[in-house]
């Protein structure tokens, strides 16, 4: 499966420079783009930093945006066991300062909006600002529930059965088909991930949001996309409600996976923001 997945990546669209760096926790592999005011972009789960190709590609110049691997995806080296939302935030904090990036704003997707609330938490002062997409916070114990029933683990097999089984249906749940090389680079993801992908899951289910959310004193922008499930929005909002002057923005046209889709429409609510908060341009 790890082959497979070397094999495939090198059909996957990169413009980026790609490295490692050593953490305590082992390599973290991160994918970075221009030069200026960093910019830390952190996945969704089961992806990896490939799914901010595009946005990277794109986005103005005099910035430099770093997207990296959370441990156990991509090309990150993976936990030992299930680790706690505080553990996925200390070993990006600890490659970042590997990478002598002091401070920056973060711009976290779904799970990474979770790790994101909590490297502000833990480390309030590397934080500019906070760019929130989709953040998990349901307000009543049966949506939790609901979220949770989506999450199937699976195990590898000598013939392939795991991929159309468990893997191919969770994929195309929330990727457009229509865009064959963002199918392929989530794909790739999927597979790299492997068995243990349900680890960060449940580290996100686990997670207070809303107490450390409270917490949270960095200027905060929460996107969601217009056609994201209903259940995307109302936590949105909710994280909006409990974090003091956040601002709100819905993204038109926007899906879960509006990151590679429409790319151009969120930087054009994420640069406004960007500039007018401490360390803009």
Known sequence: MEKLAVLLSSYVESQ?????????KGQIHYRTVGQGRPIVLL??????????????????????????????FGNSDAPTGPIPMAGYAATLLEALTALGIKEALFMGHHTGASIAIEIACQAPERVQGLVLMGPFAPPTALQLHWWKNLVHRWQPDNTGEFVTEAVLPRLNMV????????????????LQAGPNYWWAYDAVFSYDTAANAAKVKAPTLILTG?????DQ???????????????YATISGGSSEMVSEIPTAIHEVVLPFITKIKGGK
Do not use: C, N
């Open 175 to 190: 990727t457009g088909s229509s865009d064959a090389q963002h199918y392929l680079s989530e794909l790739v993801g999927y």
């Open 43 to 72: 996945h969704q789960t089961p992806s990896s930093s490939a799914m901010w190709e595009r946005f990277m590609k794109s986005f103005p110049s005099g910035y430099q945006l770093i997207a990296l691997d959370s441990p156990g």
């Open 16 to 24: 980026s420079r790609r490295g490692y760096v050593d953490t305590s």
């Open 233 to 247: 929005a109302d936590m949105g909002r909710h994280v909006h409600a409990i974090i003091k002057g956040s601002e």
């Open 226 to 230: 217009a056609h994201e499930v209903p």
